[in-house]
Each structure stands twice: as C-alpha cells, then as structure tokens.
C-alpha cells in the first residue's frame, strides 16, 4: 500500500476519533510541557547559583592604576602563583604571620605609590595628565589607557575586559537630583555581570561606545530615586550639565548582591568610556576589569597581564608595578574588617591567598553544580516517567478500544503491516502534534514562571529534544505495539473484542 | 469462471478446539463438505453447533485447529498472512450479525474501505468514491451516503455492509446471522438482495442462521449440532424473497 493511502487512512481514523485525537493529544501535551517546565526551573536553578557565585567574582580580575604594593624585589606582579610552583617554594611559609614581620632585616618593605615618589616616573602616554592629578591615588593614577585595556583584550585565556573610569557625579533630571557613583565602562561589561537583569532597556552598544554618544543607563536605586517608579528609559538626564539619554536600568536576580542605596552597582550610572574621554578630554582609566575564561586559570591570566602592562609601561626590572592586579577575593579581604595596614600587609606578604580562596569558591561551585546537575537530572526522570505513564495510558486506551475496528479492517482485507503502519502513522502524527504544542506550553509555562516568580529558566535545545523524545518514543510505542499485537490475531478475534 | 464440478470449498475433517480454563471446548468435531460455486448455502443449527466457527474458518477469519481446506484449490494452511488478507479483500465479502461498520464514519466510507486495501490494482480516491456510490446506489441507499451508522437504521446498516461487501466483485459472501437484529420485513427483503446475487451473478453465499424459515431460501441445506454436520440436502422448496416482497407489499400486513 502507498505511504499516501496509509496516510490518508490515519488521518481520517484520527479526524474520526476527535475526542481520543485530543485527549491523546492534551495528554501529550502535558508531559512533555511538564518535563519542560520542571528541567527549565531546573536549569534555571543550575544557571542562577552558578551565577550568584560568579557574581561573587569567582574568575573576576581587577587591574587598577597605582600601586600600593609593599617594596620589594623578590614578590612583585601581585603575583599569584601556580599551586605547583607554590608547593616547590616549600622553604617558604605560606602565612609569615597575621601581621607582617620583616623576614630579614635587610629587605624593609614598606606601602608604596608610584605618585608618592616623583623619581619613579617613566616614559607613559599619560605622564602629562599624571602631574596634575591631584587626587592621585590607588584607582585615580593615571597610568592605564584604553590601549592597555585593548592589549588585555589579546591575551590568551582571557574571556572579557571591561574599561572602568569612575566620577561621583550629580544625575539630574527636571527639579530632581541624586549625587552617585558614575562608570564610565565597556560594552561588554553585562557579560562580566553575570547576575545582571536589565528590568527595561538595554546595555549601551558598541556603536554607542565607538562613536562616544551620551547614553546612560542607570542602576535600579539610582532610577528609582531620580525617576521614582515611572520608566526610566528614553528619559533624559544631565551629566555634567551635558544631557543623556536612558537606555537601560539594571538590576540583579543576585540575592548576593542586592541592590542598595550606596552600592557601587545598582546605585550607579554606566556610560560609555569612550564619553567620558570625550567630555573631559582624558584618555586614563581608572582600573581595568577582566574575567578569565576558566577559573582554574586565574593566577597564570594575573601574571600575564602583569607581564604584559609591565612591558608596555616600561617598567624596569628593578622597579614595582605601577598599576595593581588583584582579584575579588583579595580585595573583599582588603575591604574587610582588617586595619587597612594589616590587610595590607596580609594581601602583600601570603603569596597564594586568592589562590586559596579561589579554589574554595571552585570546590563551591564544583558542589553546587554537582547537587544541581542530580537534582535536575531527578525532576527531569520522574517528569518523563510520570508524562511517560500518562501518554502510555491514553495510547493503550486509544488502541484496546480501537481492537473492533482493527478486526473490521482485518475482515475486509488489511494486511497484518497496513494496520501497524496506520497506527504508527496516528501515534506519530499524535506525538508530532502533541510534543509541539507541548514545547509550546512548556516554554510559555517556563516564561510565565521566571516572570512571576521573579526565577530565571532556561530551556536548552536538549531539553526540549529529550522531552519530546522520550514522549514521542512513548507515545509511538505504545501506539504501535498493542496493535501490533491486534494485527497478529487472528481478525476473528479482534471481531470478537468486547 | 464457473468450472462446473470443481468444489470452490473443499473442507475436509475440519476441527476447532478452543483452549479453555478447564475442559477444552470442542466447536468443531471433524466436518467435511464442498461447496460448488454458484450454491447458496444454508447452514442452520443451534447455538453453540459450531456453524459461526465453521464460517469463520471458511472466510479465512480464523484457522483449523486440524483438517484441511482448499478454497478454490489452494490449501489455506499453506498462505501466508499477506495472501488471507488479499483473499479476504478480492475473494470474500462479508456480512455479520453486528453489522461491523466503522464507528462515526459515513456510509460512503464504509463501503469504500475494501478499496483501500486492494494492493494489487490501485484505485484513485475519485474512482473509489464512485464505485462505492454505485455500489450504495444498488442497495437503495444513495441518498443516505453521508450518514454515519448511528443515523441509519439496523436495514440500512446491513444494507451499507452489503454494499461493502460485494464492493470488490467477491466470488463469495459469508452472512454470519444477517437477520439476527433486523424485522422480517426488512429480513426479507435482505434475502431478496442474496437470492439476487446468486441468480444474477453467480455468486457463492454461505449463510448462518439459526432460523429454519430462514434457511428455507438457500439451494442447500446443511444442519450442524454439537461441531458435526448432521444433514446436508438441497433445497427444493425454495422461499422466493422478491415474491413475499410483493405480497407484503400488496397486503396491509408486516408479518411473513
């Protein structure tokens, strides 16, 4: 028989049997929109705790212009080492003490600025505007440029840099005025952010960044305290007197870092670096900010950029850093509780402490990952199981009803293959149907919840090949199987069925 | 076609035991006989003779537990599946007591549907709908095309299933208790179109009744009890179903 003909047969056999075609198909339907929900809350749940540790600045480095390293010439470039190398210095202790004791009377090391010490100037394209930077100081030296940031760019390993330039800045808008901090920043940094929402509007584009336009967007708090809770975007407010136009406010699904009045994040305005440049004729950045693309390769990235600023800056071997490479983790520890001198002394003498904490923070996310990735892989079985069950149930029902009218068939001469074919050809149009309306449901049910719930979802392309895999491999069995096993009787006693 | 002595059915020492819990139930306890084409057979008998299963097995809907059965000289044992189904298709038609129409589906539909399974010669959708209106238009039921089963009468449903039926040309038709759920009048007047077919066409009609007056309008006779054949004579006082046709017509009364 031709696959038209059967085509035709089960097309019409479904069309005939409406109310089973559409519980066949509901049924369908909501096991694979199930399994689909529940692996996107999932995921989702995956995706949100990988975040909030990466928020936490788990591949985050830090390069800011200055340096108030402690002088010395065998542990310059903020030099993080390789666990390897560490445990060969085994001479050394890793901790000399919670409060830094010279190790020998001759190397006397002390807290250290470039702009301290006018005999350390070198030859640097923003030699001229250090001179008059006043407030020179760890952040506010003037020896990073945009060109280092680009050279940055280049390196192996790394994944983002983001440009920083940092103002407090009054952002006015009509009557209403809120001083705040001002980031003069790249494109790419939402893609560092990793926890970043945008509640409305966007991030700035790289056009908007190349071509220096005056767009902003602002943080949440810093939105809602100038705009209150009328939409900020396609506002303008003033910068500098100079006027520029919302294009985003960011927020966070972050529980780590919330967004508050006063944080360096939310209340905050971004524009583009290149803006700033422009608008005050600068080209320094106040620090650099870059990810690495593995986390297990944040210290050799730290010292390549060491390298690499070092020899575009002309540093001589005997002469420190004129900038700091630092990660998150040391500089959370730099902000702590410590007396800023102690910490100093601490971040300046424990040579592998990011190290340390680093591979914490990895063992954490390793954890966090490992729980998540069981726990999904459990929603995601049982849902398939139960969808699985379901769909099960209405195929059998479906074709032990249908048993008459395959010994019907059968009678007028249907082979035992045309009545198999037929109901493949049914399960698959069913399970066809049913698993697109079910992917459907399941991305519109996924929505609705990340919206509502205020809970990030996604569905991967094999999430979706699994649900409605599996819900069609169900389906299309336990379609052709029974009448399989009808068509294998003789037809009298498919007649005979009751 | 009609090649004079040679039996279209030759069954020869056929029986059927059905395995059941306890007891195994004998419904066929050895039967022989020929049918030649062209016969109109009667088989009557109680129920539980084993005539419906000896139909069965002579339509190819079910098989022998032992004996053997050449259906026009081919021994039925020796086909496979494919070749039942494409004997069942071009061969036989069918007519039962339930009337075994699809469910929710038109008259038409029903009647198309041994052309659809007709492998060996291809039929356009068009020309199966127009064989299958004729083939409604023989039995009176032309205007009623588009009705499904549940808006026909229990007549006009074994009058669709005879249409059916005879859609492929068959050389023979089996009727499992066609009458059981119809009146007289309406019986009657589907022995008139199976007299018809026999005269007309030469067509081969096995029917199964319990019924003796209804037996009365084969050419033969065969009386089943307890799976063996216990008489076997032609029929020589043939009821004439156009005649009673006619009669009732004339006469106030529904009774034949």
């Not at chain 1, 445990?87 to 050394?92: A, G, M, S």
């Not at chain 1, 966007?202 to 305290?225: C, D, I, K």
């Not at chain 1, 209150?228 to 506002?235: K, L």
């Not at chain 2, 009146?183 to 018809?196: A, G, L, N």
Request: proline share 4%; glycine share 8%.
């Amino acid at each position: 028989m031709s696959t038209r003909s059967t085509l035709s047969i089960s097309l019409r056999a479904l069309r005939r049997n409406r109310l089973q075609t559409v519980l066949t198909i509901t049924g369908m339907t909501i096991g694979v929109a199930a399994v689909l929900t529940m692996i996107a809350i999932g995921s989702g749940a995956e995706t949100a705790i990988e975040d909030q540790i990466r928020a936490a600045g788990m591949n985050l480095i830090v390069v800011t212009a200055g340096n108030y390293k402690v002088k010395s010439t065998e542990d310059f470039g903020g030099g993080a080492v390789e666990p390897s190398a560490a445990l060969r210095r085994n001479d050394e202790p890793v901790v000399r003490a919670a409060i830094w004791v010279p190790p020998t009377q001759t190397k006397v090391r002390v807290a250290f600025h470039p702009e301290d010490d006018p005999m350390e100037k070198h030859n640097h394209p923003t030699a001229k505007q250090r001179l008059g930077d006043s407030e020179a100081g760890l952040g506010s030296a003037a020896t990073l440029t945009a060109a280092d940031a680009e050279a940055i760019r280049g390196l192996d390993g790394v994944q983002y840099v983001a440009e920083g330039l940092h103002q407090n800045v009054h952002v006015k808008a009509g009557d209403k005025r809120w001083f705040t901090r001002l980031h003069g920043t790249d494109e790419r940094l939402p893609l560092i952010r990793r926890a970043w929402t945008f509640g409305s509007g966007r991030f700035f584009s790289a056009r908007e960044q190349s071509r220096a336009e005056q767009v902003a967007v602002l943080g949440a708090v810093a939105a809602q305290r100038v705009f209150g809770d009328a939409n900020a975007v396609g506002r303008e407010v003033a910068l500098w007197n100079q006027p520029f136009r919302i294009v985003g406010v960011v927020s966070t699904t972050s529980w780590m870092v919330a967004p508050a009045a006063g944080d360096d994040q939310f209340d905050a305005v971004y524009i583009p670096f290149s803006t700033v440049h422009r608008l005050l004729n600068l080209s320094k950045l106040n620090d650099i900010t870059i990810t690495a693309a593995s986390t297990g390769d944040v210290s050799r990235v730290m010292g390549e950029v060491t390298k690499l600023l070092r020899a575009r800056h002309n540093i001589g071997e005997d002469k420190p850093d004129d900038f700091t490479v630092t990660t998150q983790a040391r500089q959370a520890l730099a902000k702590g509780g410590m007396r800023p001198d102690v910490a100093r002394a601490v971040v300046g003498n424990v040579g592998g402490l990011e190290k340390v904490t680093l591979e914490q923070l990895g063992k954490t996310l390793d954890r966090a990952t490992r729980t998540m990735t069981a726990l999904l892989a459990g929603i995601a079985a049982v849902s398939l199981l139960v969808g699985g069950i379901g769909i099960m149930n209405v195929m059998l029902l479906s074709v032990t009803e249908r048993t008459r009218e395959i010994g019907i068939r059968r009678a007028v001469g249907a082979r035992a293959r045309d009545v198999r074919s037929q109901f493949v050809i049914e399960a698959v149009a069913l399970s066809l149907a049913g698993g697109i309306a079910g992917v459907i449901v399941g991305l519109l049910a996924a929505r609705a919840l990340s919206q509502y719930l205020r809970w990030s979802t996604t569905i991967s392309p094999s999430a979706v090949l699994l649900s409605v895999g599996v819900a069609a491999a169900v389906g299309i069995f336990f379609g052709w199987y029974p009448a399989k096993q009808a068509a294998r009787l003789d037809p009298i006693q498919s007649l005979r069925y009751e | 076609m009609i090649t004079g002595d040679t039996a279209l059915i030759a069954a020869h020492d056929i029986t059927k035991t059905y395995a059941m819990e306890g007891a195994p139930v004998h419904a066929l306890r050895g039967v022989t006989l020929d049918i030649r084409r062209g016969e109109f057979v009667a088989v009557v008998g109680p129920s539980g003779s084993g005539k419906s299963t000896f139909m069965h097995i002579l339509g190819c809907l079910d098989r022998p537990t032992s004996g053997r059965y050449l259906l026009d000289g081919r021994d039925v044992s020796d086909l496979s599946d494919d070749e039942l189904s494409a004997i069942r298709n071009r061969q036989i038609g069918f007519v039962f007591q339930g009337f075994n129409l699809l469910a929710r589906t038109s008259a038409v539909e029903n009647v198309e549907l041994p052309l659809l399974y007709a492998h060996d010669r291809p039929v356009s959708p068009a020309e199966r709908r127009r064989r299958a209106m004729a083939a409604l238009a023989a039995v009176g039921l032309q205007d009623r095309a588009e009705h499904h089963p549940n808006q026909l009468s229990g007549g006009q449903q074994q009058r669709v299933a005879i249409a059916r039926a005879l859609l492929n040309d068959p050389a023979m038709l089996f009727a499992d208790e066609p009458t059981g759920n119809l009146d007289s009048r309406t019986s009657v007047e589907v022995m008139d179109i199976f007299q018809r077919l026999k005269d007309e066409r030469g067509i081969t009609i096995v029917l199964i009744t319990h019924e003796p007056q209804v037996a009365e309008y084969g050419s033969r006779i065969i009386r089943f009890k307890d799976g063996r054949v216990v008489s076997d004579h032609p029929n020589t006082s043939r009821r004439a179903a156009a005649t009673e046709l006619e009669a009732v017509a004339l006469g106030p009364s529904e009774d034949v």
